[in-house]
C-alpha cells in the first residue's frame, strides 16, 4: 500500500514569492504522482502529474514539480505566486498495480497574501 | 455545463436518517468514484466503480452503500446517517483509455448530519 506525506498544513507568502509545497510518498511499486489544487467552494482540478519520462514537470498556471525517486519527493513549485493561488493543495499517488486509485495527502492550504 | 454534477450541493439531515447522494457525469467516463473530505485528512475513498457491473469498497466503505445505475450515473447512500459522517464528499471520473490517470472532480456535497 502506498502514502503519502505533506508536511506543511499551512504555508504562509507574499505575493511574488516563490513557494515550494512538499510532498513525499510512500510505497513499494512504481507509482504515479499527481497535484490537485482544490479552490474556495470547489472540486478539485488537477495541476501537473508525473507518469514516466522527465522528472520535471510542467503544469497549469506556472507550477511545477520534480520526480525524486531516491528522495520519493514530489514537491511543488512556483517561482512567483499571485494573490489568484491562495487554495489547498493536494498531492496524491496511484501505483501502477492498482490504477485509478488515488492516495491522497492531508493538504497544504496556501496563503498568498499583499 | 459542468462534466460531473453532484445533488444536492448542501444537506443537513438528522441521525439515523437515509440519504441519497447523486452524482452525474456527461464525459463518457467508465470509472467513477465517491471520496469524503475531513479537515487534516485529504480525501478518503469510499467506493470506486470500473463499470456499470462492478463495484469495489475503497478505504472507508462502512456505513455507506453505492448503486450505478448507468455509465453516467453513480449514488452514495447513507444508510443510517451518523454525526460522523459529516464531511464534504466529492465524486470523482476517469477513463482507462484516455488521458492516463487523470480523475475529473465535482464540486462537492457538503453533508451536516445533527
Known amino acids: 500500500a502506498q502514502s503519502v506525506t505533506q508536511l506543511d498544513s499551512q504555508v504562509p507568502v507574499f505575493e511574488e514569492a516563490p513557494v515550494e509545497l512538499r510532498c513525499n510518498y510512500s510505497?513499494?511499486?512504481?507509482?504515479?504522482l499527481f497535484w490537485y489544487v482544490q479552490y474556495p467552494n470547489q472540486g478539485l482540478q488537477l495541476l501537473l502529474k508525473?507518469?514516466?519520462?522527465?522528472?520535471l514537470v510542467k503544469g497549469i498556471n506556472g507550477f511545477e514539480a520534480e520526480f525524486n525517486k531516491s528522495q520519493t519527493s514530489f514537491h511543488l513549485r512556483k517561482p512567483s505566486v499571485h494573490i489568484s493561488d491562495t487554495a489547498e493543495y493536494f498531492c496524491a499517488v496511484s501505483d501502477l498495480g492498482t490504477a485509478s486509485k488515488l492516495t491522497f495527502g492531508t493538504g497544504t492550504r496556501l496563503q498568498v497574501t499583499l | 455545463d459542468a462534466d460531473v454534477t453532484q445533488t444536492p450541493r448542501n444537506r443537513i439531515t438528522k441521525t439515523g436518517k437515509r440519504i441519497m447522494l447523486e452524482c452525474s457525469q456527461t464525459k463518457g467516463h467508465d470509472r467513477m468514484y465517491w471520496y469524503r473530505q475531513d479537515p487534516g485528512l485529504g480525501l478518503r475513498l469510499i467506493y470506486y466503480s470500473f463499470d456499470v457491473k462492478d463495484i469495489n469498497k475503497g478505504e472507508i466503505s462502512d456505513g455507506y452503500s453505492v448503486s450505478r445505475q448507468a455509465q453516467a450515473k453513480f449514488s452514495l447512500s447513507l444508510e443510517s446517517a451518523i454525526p460522523n459522517q459529516t464531511a464534504l464528499y466529492f465524486c470523482?471520473?476517469?477513463?482507462?483509455?484516455?488521458?492516463?490517470?487523470?480523475?475529473?472532480f465535482g464540486p462537492g456535497t457538503r453533508l451536516l448530519v445533527l
Open positions: 510505497s513499494s511499486v512504481s507509482v504515479y
Open positions: 470523482a471520473t476517469s477513463d482507462p483509455q484516455g488521458e492516463t490517470e487523470t480523475q475529473y
Open positions: 508525473y507518469l514516466s519520462g522527465s522528472t
